[in-house]
C-alpha cells in the first residue's frame, strides 16, 4: 500500500472519529421525532452521514480511481512548523501578560529571521516597521483595543 | 420607470464621496492580491473582513465586492508575464499570454485582457441588474421548503463541480455542516457542542474560521515550496493598446466569453475557473487556427480573461437575490453581509435598496476603475512582483493574527484561527476541498432551519420537499446533477477500460 493510500486511509479514519466524537458529544442533544426534530436531529444525521463517507475512505476496495489521486508530498520543513506554530501559540498565551506592541514585535523579528531569513539586523527594522504599521492602523485608525502590557504599551 | 428609479437609488449610494473612495481601494487592493500569486482573493477577503466592521455597511460591501472583481483583472499579470497565475482562474491566461509575452507582445496580451475584463465585468453587471430582481421576486414564494430544497441543490452543484475528488468534498462539507451547528440552537436555545466554552455559544465566527482556513493555510503551504523566487520575463512592456488586427481577432471571443462567463458564475461550484477554461475550450474549436493556440493566440487570452471576470457577475445574482453564495469568495462575502445585519435575499431589495443597487452601481465604477488604474499601474505591478515570497509571509502572518484579534478582540479567536490554519493545511494535504466546507458551515443554518421548519410544518411528513413545486424541481434538479456527474464517472471509466483493450 502506497503513502499515499495510507494517508487517505488515515483520514478516513480521523473524519470517522469525529463523526463518532458528534454523536457521543451530542449525545444529551434532543433529537425529537421526524414531527418535532429536536436540537440533536441534524448533527445526528450529520454524524452518521460522516462515518459513512468516512468508511468509503478507509476501505480501499471500495475507493476509487478519483481517490487515489497524486498526492503531494509531507513536508520537510517541520523544523520551520513546530517553531512557528510554538511561537503563536506562545503568541496568545503571552498576550495579556506582555501586551500586543511588544509581542508582536518579539513575533515578527522571529519569524523574519525563521521564515524570511533576514539578518538580525533587517529582521528588527522590518519587525519594528511593520509591528507599527499594524498598531497604526488597527490600534489608532481602526480604534481596536490591543491589550497592554505591564510598560503601558 | 421604477427600473431608472432604482438605478438612480443605486448610484446616488455609489456616487457618495466615501463610497467612490471604498470602491477605489477594494478594486486596487484586488488587482494588487490577483498580481501577487499564492495570495488568492478568498485570503485577501478573510483577512480584510475585520477592517469592514469599521467602515458603513453600504462602503464595506462596495470594498468587499470591489476586491473581489478586482483580483479577476490582476491575475492576468502574473499569467502573462511570469508564467505564474495570481489567480486560480488566470490558470488558463498563460498558455499563450506568456507565450505573447516571449514573442514581444507582453504589451497587447496585458492590454486586450484589460479591456476584455472591462467589457465582460461591465456587460454581467447589466445582466445582474437584470436577472436579480426577477430572481429575488420569484424567490418571494419561497418557504421553508424550498428555502432547503435550494441549499441542497447549491450544496450537491458545490461537491460535484469543484475540482477532485467528490467523495472527499462530500465529507468536506458534511464537516462544514457540522461545524455550522456549533452554538446556541435557534429554535430551543440549548448550546450545542460548544465544549463548556462561553465563547463558543455564539457559534463559530466567519472571520476567524475563513482566515485560519485561507489566510494561515496559506503560508503554510507555501513555506513547504523550496523556491519561492519568480523569474520575470524581461521584456520591454509597449503597446499596451491592441492593433486593429488585435481587436478583430479578438471582439467575438470576448462576446463569447462574457456570456459563458456570466451563465456559469450563475452556477454554484462552477463559476470563474470554470468560465476561463470553457472559454478557451470553445475558442480552440471555433478557430480557424487552432494550431496557434500555445503559441500565443490572443484569442485565447481575450476569451478566458473576459469570462472570468464576466463570472463575477454571474455569480452575485444567486448570492444577492436568493442569499447563495456560489464559491469561497461569495461565501465570505455572505458573511460579511451577514456581519453588517444584510441578509442576502428576497428581501434585500425591499429592505436594502440602497445597498443592493449601490453594489451593482459601483461595479461600474469599479470596472470603470480597473481600466483607468490597470494599463498605467502594470510597471508598478511589476516592481511589486519582484518582492520575494519569503518577506510576505511573515506580513501575512501577522495579518492573520490582527485580523482575527480585531474582529471581537478575543484571543480566543486567535487561537481558533491558528487551529483552522492547521486545519486547512491538512485538509490540503489531505485532497479535502475547502470551498464545500466553508460554504456548507454558512448555508448550514439556513438549511437546517429550512429542514426543521419544513417537517414542523408537514407534522414529519418528508412528501412536503416533492408536493412542493418550486422545492421538487429543485430537489429534481439536484438529483439530475448526481446522475450526470455518475454518468460521466462511469462512461470515462469505460473509456479507460477500451483504451487498456480490456472490454
Known amino acids: ?153 | 420607470m421604477e427600473f431608472f428609479h432604482d438605478i438612480y437609488i443605486g448610484f446616488g449610494t455609489a456616487l457618495l464621496p466615501s463610497n467612490l473612495i471604498y470602491c477605489f481601494i477594494g478594486v486596487l487592493v484586488g488587482t494588487l492580491v490577483g498580481v501577487l500569486p499564492g495570495l488568492g482573493s478568498p485570503t485577501v477577503l478573510a483577512l480584510l473582513l475585520p477592517i469592514t466592521f469599521h467602515i458603513p455597511k453600504d462602503g464595506a460591501l462596495i470594498m468587499t465586492v470591489g476586491i473581489y472583481y478586482g483580483a479577476q483583472y490582476g491575475g492576468s499579470t502574473t499569467s502573462i508575464l511570469v508564467n505564474i497565475p495570481g489567480e486560480a482562474t488566470s490558470v488558463v491566461t498563460c498558455l499563450d499570454g506568456y507565450q505573447m509575452a516571449r514573442k514581444g507582445r507582453a504589451g497587447p496580451a496585458l492590454g486586450i485582457s484589460a479591456f476584455g475584463s472591462f467589457i465582460g465585468g461591465t456587460i454581467s453587471v447589466i445582466g445582474l441588474m437584470l436577472i436579480g430582481p426577477v430572481m429575488a421576486n420569484f424567490a418571494l414564494r419561497f418557504g421553508p421548503p424550498e428555502f432547503f430544497s435550494l441549499a441542497f441543490l447549491a450544496t450537491v452543484m458545490i461537491i460535484f463541480l469543484v475540482k477532485g475528488s467528490k467523495l472527499k468534498s462530500f465529507i468536506s462539507a458534511t464537516l462544514g455542516f457540522i461545524v455550522g451547528t456549533i452554538g446556541l440552537d435557534y429554535v430551543s436555545g440549548i448550546p450545542r457542542f460548544n465544549l463548556g466554552t462561553v465563547s463558543l455559544m455564539k457559534g463559530m465566527e466567519l472571520v476567524p474560521v475563513a482566515i485560519g482556513l485561507f489566510g494561515m493555510a496559506e503560508v503554510l503551504v507555501n513555506l513547504e515550496q523550496k523556491s519561492m523566487e519568480r523569474n520575470i520575463f524581461k521584456t520591454n512592456i509597449r503597446g499596451l493598446l491592441p492593433t486593429q488586427k488585435d481587436w478583430k481577432e479578438s471582439i467575438l471571443p470576448i462576446s463569447r466569453g462574457t456570456i459563458i462567463g456570466f451563465l456559469l458564475g450563475l452556477l454554484p461550484g462552477a463559476g470563474a475557473i470554470m468560465a476561463s477554461f470553457s472559454s478557451y475550450i470553445v475558442e480552440k474549436r471555433l478557430s480557424r487556427h487552432p494550431e496557434s493556440f500555445g503559441n500565443g493566440a490572443i484569442a485565447g487570452v481575450a476569451g478566458p480573461e473576459t469570462a472570468n471576470n464576466a463570472a463575477t457577475g454571474g455569480a452575485m445574482v444567486p448570492l444577492l437575490s436568493l442569499g447563495i453564495p456560489t464559491n469561497a469568495v461569495t461565501a465570505l462575502l455572505l458573511g460579511a453581509m451577514l456581519i453588517h445585519g444584510v441578509h442576502p435575499g428576497p428581501f434585500l431589495i425591499k429592505n436594502h435598496p440602497g445597498t443592493f443597487w449601490g453594489v451593482i452601481a459601483s461595479m461600474y465604477l469599479g470596472n470603470l476603475f480597473l481600466l483607468i488604474l490597470n494599463l498605467p499601474l502594470i510597471g508598478i505591478w511589476v516592481k511589486i512582483l519582484k518582492v520575494p515570497y519569503r518577506i510576505l509571509l511573515p506580513l501575512i502572518v501577522l495579518f492573520c493574527l490582527v485580523g482575527a484579534y480585531s474582529a471581537s478582540n478575543d484571543p480566543y479567536d486567535v487561537l481558533i484561527m491558528i487551529v483552522f490554519g492547521a486545519v486547512g493545511y491538512l485538509m490540503r494535504k489531505t485532497g479535502l476541498e475547502v470551498v464545500p466546507f466553508i460554504f456548507a458551515m454558512l448555508i448550514g443554518p439556513l438549511m437546517e432551519n429550512g429542514f426543521r421548519q419544513a417537517l414542523l410544518s408537514s407534522r414529519g411528513n418528508l412528501t412536503i420537499f416533492f408536493t412542493h413545486h418550486i422545492s421538487a424541481v429543485l430537489i429534481g434538479a439536484s438529483f439530475i446533477v448526481i446522475f450526470i456527474s455518475i454518468f460521466q464517472k462511469w462512461r470515462s471509466k469505460g473509456k479507460g477500460y477500451r483504451d487498456q483493450g480490456v472490454v
Open chain 1, 1 to 153: 500500500m502506497s503513502e499515499k493510500d495510507n494517508i487517505t486511509r488515515i483520514t478516513g479514519f480521523v473524519t470517522a472519529l469525529l463523526g463518532i466524537g458528534i454523536l457521543w458529544e451530542g449525545r444529551h442533544l434532543t433529537r425529537g421525532i421526524l414531527s418535532h426534530p429536536g436540537p440533536g436531529f441534524f448533527p445526528t444525521l450529520l454524524a452518521i452521514l460522516l462515518i459513512v463517507l468516512s468508511l468509503f475512505l478507509i476501505i480501499p476496495k471500495w475507493k476509487n480511481e478519483e481517490e487515489r489521486e497524486a498526492f503531494p508530498p509531507w513536508p520537510a520543513f517541520y523544523k520551520q512548523l513546530i517553531p512557528i506554530y510554538a511561537a503563536l501559540l506562545a503568541f496568545i498565551g503571552l498576550l495579556d501578560f506582555v501586551g500586543f506592541i511588544l509581542l508582536t514585535f518579539l513575533l515578527m523579528f522571529f519569524l523574519f529571521v525563521k521564515v524570511s531569513y533576514l539578518k538580525w539586523y533587517t529582521a528588527m527594522s522590518a519587525a519594528f516597521v511593520s509591528t507599527g504599521i499594524t498598531y497604526l492602523v488597527f490600534g489608532m485608525i481602526l480604534k481596536s483595543s490591543f491589550p497592554k502590557g505591564p510598560l503601558g504599551f
